[in-house]
Structures are given as C-alpha cells and as structure tokens.
C-alpha cells in the first residue's frame, strides 16, 4: 500500500484564473474556479457594468449594453489574495 499527498489545485496571489460564473446578485456575483467556488463583490467589478434584475437570465450589462455578463459565462479573475480554514481555501477578488 502506497500513501501520498498531492497538492492538485492552489491559487496563488497574482494568479490569473479563468473561472464560471454561477449567480449574480445586487452585490456581486458568485464564480467556480474548478472545485473553488468564490464570491466577486460589485467593488471589483468594473464600474461601467451595472446589475440588471429585470432581464432573464439578470446580468450585469454596460451601459452600451454590448458588453454583459450572465450565468454560465466564462470570465478572468485576478487573485488578490488567499485565506485557508478548516472547511478549505478561500480566494479574495
């Protein structure tokens, strides 16, 4: 019997990341980044996006509107900044 530990998966600060976005709300929007789900605030999202309630699927959208951002969407993030607790790793966006 063979027993090891692997490191599989560990964002680093600067690290940038592709990730899937999940939900979005008033403030922010909710993203996995393979077995990492992470939360984005509205302060880190670009100022010229602005959520949208009322559209199906709600987005946040430009105000040009050729720019938007919904459930499923690939997006980069940045990682500013990792924490890890007992229940794992928690990226900050």
Do not use: W
């Amino acid at each position: 019997t063979v027993k090891y530990k692997a490191i599989v998966f560990r964002p680093f600060k600067g690290e940038v990341l592709e990730a899937v976005v999940t939900q979005l709300n008033k403030v922010g929007m909710f993203a996995e980044i393979g077995p990492l789900s992470c939360f984005i605030s509205h302060h880190s999202i670009p100022s010229e996006l602005q959520f949208c309630p009322n559209t199906s699927p709600p987005c946040y959208k430009s105000k040009e509107e050729n720019i938007a951002i919904q459930p499923e969407d690939t997006i980069r993030l940045k990682i500013v900044g990792t924490r890890v607790d007992a229940s794992g790793i928690v990226c900050i966006l």
